[in-house]
């Protein structure tokens, strides 16, 4: 069973970074997508990037800002973000999804950005 685990987070002041990673662990099925999603309070989950072997594809609203990077020999995938605004506070998943098309989430790891 694939696990999703997740580490970084945590609160900064507006203009701040922080940087999320995501590694693929307890199972060697083979991926194709890593990236993260987001969900803030009353809204509904929503793609910030994503990335396969060969491309990334950002949210309009991250673009510039945050930078997805991935590493295919420890399966893990790094998110760092900059210049961060209290819009981007949020609740951040990490999604994996195998070449069959399987779909897998991490536990999601918190971001707040205070004003």
């Known amino acids: 069973q694939v696990q999703l685990v997740e580490s970084g987070g945590g609160l900064v002041q507006t203009g701040g970074s922080l940087s999320l990673s995501c590694s693929v662990s307890?199972?060697?099925?083979?991926?194709?997508?890593m990236g993260w999603y987001r969900q803030a309070p009353g809204k509904q989950r929503e793609l910030v990037a994503t990335?396969?072997?060969?491309?990334?594809n950002y949210a309009d609203s991250v673009k510039g800002r945050f930078t997805l990077s991935r590493d295919n020999a420890s399966r893990t995938v790094f998110l760092l973000m900059n210049g961060l605004k209290p819009e981007d506070t949020a609740v951040y998943y990490c999604n994996a999804q195998s070449w069959a098309g399987n779909e897998f989430w991490g536990q999601g790891t918190q971001v707040t950005v205070s004003s």
């Open positions: 990335s396969t072997p060969t491309d990334t």
């Open positions: 307890r199972s060697s099925l083979p991926i194709n997508v």
